[in-house]
């Protein structure tokens, strides 16, 4: 026992460095990879264990709408921007489904942790602000190409209907960066809102009269020139607009001017939702 050779001190300050950090310094280099993606599946498996509500059910109220409008207004030689009345409403009410379910899915997400008391879950694991708004707003839009592929595939089997892609980067393009427009926007009103009725204020008072308010229905132009000026104020328009142009080939405004739009205000709105997450606002109290 006394031919061992000693630990020296440099060896065991060696041990502590390695095992405890300092505080504030960061164990995980770079993205936090395993962490991204636990979060990302933890939020996709919360609605797909309901997915009769969050999926299907959205999509045969979207298909109902259809249905509808077409019994109405689709008869005779009705047409718009150069197709039939079934074929333009079917794009945009695709999109409509797939921009109110991502705003669902990411306005839930924090809120209901802080109802329950379970807003620790998301602010203890070691994520970063950036990886934690990516995982919710990742989910979201995953949620929200789920419904808009479910409704594509029930108009597609509807008699009457063209729903066959043109230009597929368009729908890409437009049903990504709409999504995610939305997705941060519930984001936004996840960290703001303190129970369930502010949220639905927002649904109600703001998402649902936007979407309605976007063009889904009719073209811009057999509107009023003031009211052309307030559909041109609404996001929504250019979201479905180009999501339109990637199904018919016609858009109510330029495809360009529609993109840099969306991606202006996508932008927009990550910086603040990281700003408030990084200040911890109505979160970390």
Known sequence: MLDQPKNSNSDQSNFVSQAFQEPGVSVIRGVNWNGFLALYWKEVRRFFKVQLQTVWAPAITTLLFLVIFTVALGRGD??????????????????????????????????????????????????????????????????????????????????????????????????????????????LTSIWAEKFDHSAAVTNFVVAPAALLSGTFYSIDRLAPIFQVISHANPFFYAISGFRYGFVGEADSPVLVGSLVLLLINIALTALCYILLKKGWKIKT
């Open 78 to 187: 009705r047409s718009i921007l150069g197709v039939s009345f079934a074929d333009f409403i079917a794009p945009g009410l695709i999109c409509m489904g797939m921009l109110q379910n991502a705003f669902a899915n990411s306005s839930f997400a924090l809120l209901v942790g802080k109802i329950q008391g379970t807003i620790v879950d998301y602010l203890m694991p070691p994520l970063s602000v950036g990886e934690l708004l990516a995982g919710l707003v990742a989910a979201a839009i995953t949620r929200a190409a789920l419904v808009g592929f479910a409704v594509w595939t029930a108009m597609a089997l509807w008699p009457g209907v063209n729903v066959s892609v043109n230009h597929w980067w368009a729908v890409i393009w437009f049903g990504f960066m709409g999504s995610a427009m939305l997705a941060l926007l519930g984001v």
